[in-house]
């Protein structure tokens, strides 16, 4: 059975940093493409970063280019996102995704 469990969220000032990660089950992490979305109340759910199965590209909105970071540990089975420099419109559900599967979400809290 498939599974995405994200933790790590929480409250931040705005300028800290966080580290979100992605607990999967069912598969291996390199085996799919894993990528985090994230969506703030009464918005929609906007792409924000995503690793390759294969090769472990990464790929980031640009909004987030210099100030986020994708990885994954596959002996753990993992996948994380580095966060630094958050703003306060960068709060929001951050959730992680492999192809037909989503995580439940983790709150990022970005407020002083």
């Known amino acids: 059975q498939v599974q995405l469990v994200e933790s790590g969220g929480g409250l931040v000032q705005p300028g800290g940093s966080l580290i979100l990660s992605c607990a999967a089950s069912?598969?291996?992490?390199?085996?799919?493409?894993i990528g985090w979305f994230r969506q703030a109340p009464g918005k929609g759910r906007d792409g924000v970063s995503c690793i390759s199965s294969t090769y472990g590209t990464t790929y980031y909105a640009d909004s987030v280019k210099g100030r986020f970071s994708i990885s994954r540990d596959k002996a753990k089975n993992m996948v994380y996102l580095g966060m630094d420099i958050l703003k306060a419109e960068e709060a929001a559900v951050y959730c992680c995704?492999?192809?037909?599967?989503w995580g439940q979400g983790t709150q990022v809290t970005v407020s002083s």
């Open positions: 069912g598969f291996s992490v390199d085996y799919y493409a």
């Open positions: 995704w492999a192809p037909e599967y």
